[in-house]
């Protein structure tokens, strides 16, 4: 470390030193991880060469930071600039603020034991491990198990006895607490440690040296564990072999009692064996220490351990006798203080102005990230009487309260028109309010220096004025960082607004606190009437009041049940050691000491029962509060349902929760809705009750705030947009099943769907017969009040407010699904109380909000539309027919297309209906734009027989320059209908005789359409997620018609019953499509392909008639020119479709190569004068540019082509040498050098092809 100072110092004191700024950055870096979390080697570091480290940094750190920081912002406006660049100098001074951080950071380290502890007295607790101080220092041992024990020993040589036979006086133990156990063999006087793994072994380990071996004095003993491995340490010697380890892990570090001595009845007599020394300096911490860290600790231990042993009192002038921790915060904090002066200082004008025109800062936030979370760490560390104290705090303050400001300012900008913009990925859907990075690290960095700035006596004047007040309100749920502002609280309890405790709500601050905030709310904002005056309710509801009383009133129920849970436990607990105390006072020879300690657990036991009770009692207070409001926004609700029917801009989270309130007031369920697909099912532990079912899911549906809830669950068909497998499997008849419970627990019996429950909650509870489940599930809650809401639900349930709420929230984008399907439900529950006609104004809006989610659809269909507006018709001929209206304007008509794409689903209409639907699809058009040059073509006289089917008028709209969103929407909706009749199937298939098109609305303006052609131009330059819609209207014929299909596709002659030119040959485009991006549709074409991949054709049982595998069987029988096809196809796609094929899966790479390797295909490919050349040059492309997978394609094409030319020679009798000339091009096998190795190389086949090859050339 010494030898990186130099070696910094030399690149600081170069002339040119602008030239190394990155080298700089690097080594202080190393410098700083490398020292990390080990005080006494960084307090060498500091007092090496008279603090050489920090002139080193100190000057690093006078850059001009602003003056880079200008050039950064100017590089940005480079259209060549790369964003992952980062400026030389700001690299550099980063990496000294991290460097500076490392060095003044203290040792987390636990003092267990501070005083003299004599080892030959009988047994006693000599220190405790409470729960704070594990939760403290061993902070996530169930990741890492790991640790490191030392102390101080003393040996008094002269009055130690040895012992004959192993003898063993215990010095430490540490079992009750996890930590090892150390004990000294009296008879060699060598230490003995004993660790307890989580297997429940006591495994022991032997030092090699004796405390005798070692010089007098002091002996620093250190055991460090790693996870398995084990390290013990006398001063700095290792004791133990590297080989050594644990057969387990550790077990983690838990409170409990450390004891020293042996028990009374065996402490041993005058002249008896005994082991005299003195113990102090116990110490314990979660690192494990390294090798160094050990070395550099035992001086520090050691002179530690001297002012103990001899009691010194005096203070010492001179650095000697300050710690090392204090020193080297001492030191860091004079560098960090003239950086801040230097680089930070700012006129209070010069920084009101920037403020003003809204500039970020002079200085790079990161750096400035930097700064503040080093001055807050130093402040924490360095005492508040220091003189730097101040000076550490107030630059850093006001820079860090400008720069909160105005990322906070500018995130909430931005997150008014998009609501998703700035939210980091690895959020979670209730951490939608925080920004991204780098943002929020540096509100997190403010965040922790607040903390600690709050915690001083001078630091409490940042609360002082209203605006920094706000601020600090404001950064705690973006940054995730919780300050405690309880004493801000109570003081400012008077003059606290209405604004200022909605945005406390958020604040997460313990139940006396915030039951504070309440009060002080309703005081402030109640009228004399007992209501919210107007203004104080819109800043409730626009500081997202509703989202925070429900996470505060969730966060309540859920700590009381644990404080319910922690309390029974304790009071069991209490009982059984009252009755083990009393049951050893019983005894006779009892350990006094031992009792003590139990005694001592017992009133531990007792207080941290009184500490629970107390708070569960404040979390009782709390919801009492919180229900109080929450009655207060259900008495006021239709002030707020107007509020949003004017305008009220209020977020998803508050939308989706009102839209509950409103139904719960109006007597309606709200729904909630989960796809089997994203459940993730768990192996039930009672599988003696699983009845066949062993998969299942707990989902809860929780009210708080209601007495009961009024629970349903169903079990629905998932809407799929793609199918997967035959037309007979539409309707699935999976053994899963949906119930509710009261309890988490199989043994909490079952509640009849529609009953009430217990208590505010309820659970789903979904089992399945596999673990990945299909059913989708629907549950419907209504909450039950006592007392019940009789006054909201009066002023709710006006006709005209519930129609006008629902069109307000209906018109909004962006809002949660269940938001839309909870206004619908509140629609469809007034059929009794409002008339039909109330509804058609806002048709278009239902419409539309059919086709944001598939589940929400259904619902509003079934519920609403069905329900209300149609409840005696089919919805899908009415749905048609009102979208054919020449008023119906275009959006509408496309929201038809999509939800008949749902409605004619089996599920939701019968039979008749259906029918029904394709009379008005075979009768009339639903008009779209269509360019004057692209009107249909007349039929000419003679040609009404060439009568067109359904799906044939409905796509007749079709063409190339409508928008894309009516090109998916009618490919979805003739899927749809292709799905549900396999007799349209057929009618479609056989339209494939019409070459020129079937002729379409004979009965009104009619007209002839060609539907193969158009599929055909639609699948080779069609948009992407176009060509995706169109493959699954192919896919669907295929599980309805699989022979015709494929009769159609691979038919290419004039027989009429194939495609009847090659101009629109559907095989072509398919085989281009391999390469979609969408893996969904590279299966469907893979399916589709099945029939020509190679395959026995052999008999099967009857018992998989009608499966996937018996269609495609049943379409390869049809299939009699496997190899013409094939060669027609490769002549039309050319062999560089080859190479494309290079960047695609495995599985299409191999579908392409048994096409390849067809004997035709491969004929046609080397003999022809017109693909040979390019065949060639594409082989050369692969063995060159593709790599492996390039090399193993050309390697198993040539292996096949020589195997087929050997027969192909045998059979001619040698006469027709083409094809064993075309495997011998010279293209291939030429004579570089770096060629033939590449040939060599892709495979060992290669080299056997070239010899054969010449071989052959011989004659």
Partial sequence: MKYFIDMLEYYVGLDNTVDFEEEKAWLVQLMGHCCSDDEHLCADLLRYKEGSILI????????????????????RQRPDHDPRSVHPILMMQRSALFALSCLMQPQHVADLVMRAIDCKLERRPIATLDRETVAGYFAGQESRKTYTLSFVLVMRSGQCVHSKVPDFQPIVLGASTNLPSIYVNLQDFRLWIQICTVSGKHETFVCQNSLEDLPQGQIVVTIVVNGSSIQAYLNEQAQLPISRKLSDDPKIVQDGVIFSGKVQQLLPKPGQPVFDGVLTLLRASQHPAAPHEVESSIKAAQKEAKQILTRRKERKDTTEGVPDSVYNVTEVASALLQYIRLQFHDDPETRREKRRVGELDLIDPTTTMWMIANSGVCSQLLPQSHPRYVGLLKTPLQRA????ALVADNFEKTEVHDIQLGFPPDFGPHDRSRPKPPDHSVLVAVSVFLSQLLQSPRGRMVMAEDSSAMLVVRLIPMCGVRLD?????QKSFRTLTSKMCALLLHAKQDAPTTSLVLDALFKKALSDDGLIYKEDLQNLLLSHGLTALWDIMHNCISTRTKGQAQKQHLQTEITTQTELIRTTEQM????????????????????????????IQDQENLLIHCQKLQRQFFLQLHHIMDEIIHGLPLRPTDLRLLTQMVNVAAGTHYVGFFRGCDLHAQKMLETELAEGMPWEVW?????????????SVSKQFPFRSRMRGPSSKVLLNVMEDASLRDERTILSPKLRSGSLSSSDHVYVHVVGSQEKLLADVEARVLPVFDPPLRLPEEHVSYEGRIIEFASAVLKKDDLPPDTYANVCLLLASQRSDMRATSCIPHLASILMTCCRELWVGRLVCTELLQGVLYPEKHLAPILYQAGTAASTPLETRLCVLQICSQVVHPAMTPKEGFLQFLENVYRHRIELPRPADDELERPAFGEEHKKAC???CLMSVLHKQLPRVFQVALFNLTEAILARDAEECLKLINENQWADGAVVYQEQNAGKFAFWRELHWFLMYGHPDVQDAAVRVLLILFWQQSEKLMTLICGTGDSGDGQLSENYWLLVPLLKLLGHNSDDVVADLLTLFAPLAEGSTGTHDEEDEGSEESLIRQARKVIKNRSEILKDAMVQVSPRFIVRAMDWPCDVRDFVLGIVLTRSVMQELTVSPKLAEEFWAVMVHLLTDCGLAG?????QTLKELAETTKSRVSLSGGEDLRMVRSVCSPKVLSSSNTRRRMLSSSSTGIGKHESDSNCSRTP
């Fill in 401 to 404: 309260i400008f720069l909160a």
């Fill in 485 to 489: 502002l309880s004493g801000y609280v």
């Fill in 56 to 75: 080193s940094l100190s000057r690093m750190l006078m850059d001009d930071s602003k003056a880079a920081w200008k050039e950064v912002v100017a590089l």
């Fill in 950 to 952: 359904a799906v044939t």
């Fill in 699 to 711: 989902l809860k549906f929780e009210f708080p705030g209601a007495s009961r809830l009024q629970a």
């Fill in 588 to 615: 006779q020879g009892h350990d006094e000491a031992t009792l003590t300690v139990q005694k001592q657990q017992v009133d531990r036991l007792k207080a941290d029962l009184a500490k629970l009770q107390n708070e």
């Fill in 1191 to 1195: 090399q193993s394609w050309v390697s």
